[in-house]
């Protein structure tokens, strides 16, 4: 199973809006509504910020959104702010019974 | 407060084998699915297995499959992952996650993350 694809890194000013895509095939996104984003900020542990495509753990930001069309979703953080500068990742159930993740994404708060 | 916490990381040689342990505290662990995900060295989230909140169902990644092998002892609130015929690809950050709450239909996400064992395959 080939890992997802996602931008290597994106970047935005305070306050502004961004989206980080990540892109599979009919095999996993396409598929399946059971696409999952996380944070991880260095030396530390994942975080779980949206799963079953656009579902929002209690506790999390509502600045942070989801979705999917075709066998791509997306993860789109409204108001950008320092702390949100980290590491990020997609990942989706597949047709084999197994989660493949993407490669992650750099997020650099200018 | 729900905490997971991992063991059983260290420096193995190649073609050895190491058992990691995840040990629950403020969650009942029998009453959810269960991952493993690993991270080499400055690289990306890879995950590795997934088990049934009873055990019966297990699925492993293909890069592991035949090799590791994931269980439960629900009476001790534990998780497990056999790791066999370890090569130097597996050195890695090892994490063990629950799925969230009410998520055992679809348990395909992570929730609560234990802060990892490490593992060094090396001669």
């Known amino acids: 199973q080939s890992a997802l694809t996602q931008p290597a890194s994106v970047s935005g000013s305070p306050g502004q809006s961004i989206t980080i895509s990540c892109t599979g095939t009919?095999?996993?996104?396409?598929?399946?509504?059971?696409v999952s984003w996380y944070q991880q900020h260095p030396g530390t542990a994942p975080k779980l910020l949206t799963f079953d495509v656009h579902k929002r753990p209690s506790g999390v930001s509502n600045r942070f959104s989801a979705s999917k069309s075709g066998n791509t979703a997306s993860l789109t953080i409204s108001g950008v702010q320092t702390d949100d500068e980290a590491d990020y990742y997609c990942?989706?159930?597949?047709?084999?019974?197994?989660?493949?993740f993407g490669g992650g994404t750099k997020l650099t708060v200018l | 407060q729900v905490q997971l916490v991992e063991s059983g990381g260290g420096v193995v040689q190649p073609g050895k084998s190491l058992r990691l342990s995840c040990v629950g505290s403020?969650?009942?662990?029998?009453?959810?699915?269960m991952h493993w995900v690993r991270q080499a060295p400055g690289k990306g989230l890879e995950w590795v297995a997934l088990?049934?909140?009873?055990?019966?169902?297990?699925s492993h990644a293909d890069s592991v499959k035949g090799r590791f092998t994931v269980s439960r002892d629900n009476s001790n609130n534990t998780l497990y992952l056999q790791m066999n015929s370890l090569r130097a690809e597996d050195t890695a950050q090892y994490f063990c996650a629950r799925v969230p709450p009410y998520s055992n239909f679809a348990p395909y996400s992570m929730a609560v993350w234990g802060r990892g064992t490490t593992v060094i395959v090396s001669s």
């Open positions: 403020g969650s009942i662990l029998s009453n959810y699915f």
């Open positions: 088990i049934s909140f009873d055990g019966n169902s297990r």
């Open positions: 990942c989706s159930y597949t047709n084999t019974n197994t989660l493949v």
């Open positions: 009919s095999s996993d996104i396409g598929f399946y509504n059971y």
